[in-house]
């Protein structure tokens, strides 16, 4: 889909022509939450649009204390889109954040963070524009109840795909139609009940500038998957923002909850986010070598080998969430083993069957949707271009269904696997960062591990669980 307004002058234009009532400026967290503050379009000067608005940067975690608090928003006028679901015509702006004391980019907004990785890429030399392509799974459920307490914990999750209800009384009838655990993929209807949800979700998707590829029933109980053309790296982690907004809101308003939680479910397939990459210059797939194995060139082997050396730091940011290392468990299509095959979705690495010279690129499993995707696509990227500058060589390839080694022969195979814990990842991080300075401050990394040990990893491993209670409580 094309762009709605390129500038100034067709943004108030269009404004016009669509009798825009408010104008929404949305800025990314570090968790890759969305934020906003709506304007009145009466109070919306070309001004504000060129040199920015203020909000407070001490009122979102991990950004700015409240004695430098004062910063600016910076709208990306070329962003913008009508929002699908407010009740007045609104018009959405993704912003950039500035920072005023140090008169430049923000060095904690995400955004930010990817654009000058795209400056770092041609400032390099390699290329010009680098091309990812996320895949976003997610699960619908009807009903969510969580209870977090101090003497007790608990969650249900339902979806009226879950084998679980099959004898439970419905006010229509219980019709029995459901796929089973692992049994969700590409089903018709009735076992597909989402059809219609999802043909709403992508004709959405368009209507806010997305270009819809396809839409299918995932694996799991209850889980979705809804395709959209790749981008160039701020365009695509943009389009991701923009997706989860539209899934969501469209779930919402018809009585059901999206999630893109990496494993709400035990025992089942768990949310992935693919990201296809591939770097060009002067027109050019940089990734693309006819008739080399996957038709990949050895730039493409060496970023692919950048991303694999720094596997626990790059973590760290593809799955920031302690839920995420529970998807990659082995034995539910986990992309945990950090080698690279053609074909073979086992490998933490796939190259698409059959891509020629525009198409060649490779596939990372492991990424999940709890990551920010301007930081995910930015860091993917930085550890190829490390990997490009000091020529390593990935493990591989290999062919064999590996979700079928035990461990003792992947440790006998000396074959490297992606961190267990999200404790593991940041302590990567910690131990290696040095491929991400070129970009990122010593600031902002000691932000972002001190706020995953804050926000995530000590209070999942100061929390007893259900199971905890059940397998110790007698001992």
């Known amino acids: 889909m094309g762009k709605f307004v390129k500038n100034i002058d067709e943004f108030f234009e269009f404004c016009k022509e669509n009798e825009v ?22 109070a919306v000067s070309r001004d504000m649009l060129a040199n920015g608005l203020p909000f407070d940067g001490s009122s979102i975690e991990a950004w700015q204390p409240i004695n430098k608090s004062d910063m600016i928003l910076k709208p990306d006028v070329p962003t913008a889109f009508l ?19 140090k008169n430049g980019l923000y060095e904690k907004c995400p955004r930010s963070i990817a654009k000058k990785a795209l400056q770092y890429l041609e400032s390099a030399g390699i290329g010009d524009v680098a091309y990812f392509g996320p895949e976003n799974e997610f699960f619908i459920f009807e009903d969510v109840k969580i209870k977090l307490a101090a003497n007790e914990s608990s969650y249900r ?19 029995g139609h459901r796929a089973r655990t692992k049994g969700g993929y590409f089903p018709v209807m009735p076992i597909d009940s ?57 779930a919402h308003l018809n009585g059901k909850s999206a999630t893109f939680m990496p494993k709400p479910l035990y025992g089942d397939n768990g949310n992935g986010m693919h990201v296809h990459q591939s770097i060009w210059k002067d027109n050019e797939n940089l990734f693309y070598k006819q008739g080399e194995y996957g038709n990949l060139s050895e730039m493409a082997l060496h970023y692919l080998g950048g991303i694999f050396k720094h596997a626990a730091a790059v973590a760290a940011f593809t799955n920031p969430s302690t839920n995420s290392y529970k998807r990659l468990i082995p034995g539910f299509e986990a992309p945990s083993i950090l080698t690279y095959s053609s074909q073979n979705r086992s490998a933490s690495c796939r190259i698409p069957y059959g891509a020629g010279a525009a198409a060649t690129r490779i596939e990372t499993r492991f990424p999940d949707s709890t990551s920010c995707p301007y930081l995910c696509f930015a860091v993917l990227m930085l550890a190829g271009l490390d990997g490009i500058k000091n020529k390593y060589i990935p493990v591989g390839p290999m062919d064999e269904d590996l979700f079928e080694l035990s461990l003792d022969e992947i440790r006998e195979k ?20 040095d491929f991400l300075m070129p970009i990122m401050t010593k600031e902002f990394i000691d932000t972002y591990q001190h706020y995953q040990f804050q926000r995530q990893i000590w209070p999942d491993e100061a929390r007893p669980t259900p199971f905890e209670i059940r397998s110790t409580y007698s001992c």
Not at 24 to 32: I, M
């Open 194 to 250: 989402g059809v219609d949800l999802r043909a709403e979700m992508m004709q959405v998707l368009e209507d806010v500038g997305l270009e819809v590829v396809l839409g299918h029933h995932e694996v799991a109980q209850g889980q979705h998957e809804i395709g959209v053309k790749f981008g160039t790296l701020v365009e695509a982690a943009d389009n991701v923002q923009k997706l989860k907004y539209v899934i969501k809101m469209v």
């Open 21 to 42: 009532q408010f104008v929404d400026f949305r800025f990314t967290d570090l968790k890759g939450m969305w934020h906003h503050v709506s304007y009145r379009m009466s």
């Open 83 to 101: 929002d699908p679901f407010t009740a007045d015509s609104t018009i959405i702006v993704i912003c950039d954040v500035y920072d005023i004391y």
């Open 157 to 175: 999750l339902d979806t009226v795909d879950g084998e679980w209800n099959d004898d439970k009384d419905m006010e229509f009838g219980n019709m």
């Open 414 to 433: 000396h074959i490297p696997q992606m961190p267990h814990t999200l404790r593991e990842a940041v302590e990567g991080l910690i131990a290696d960062h």
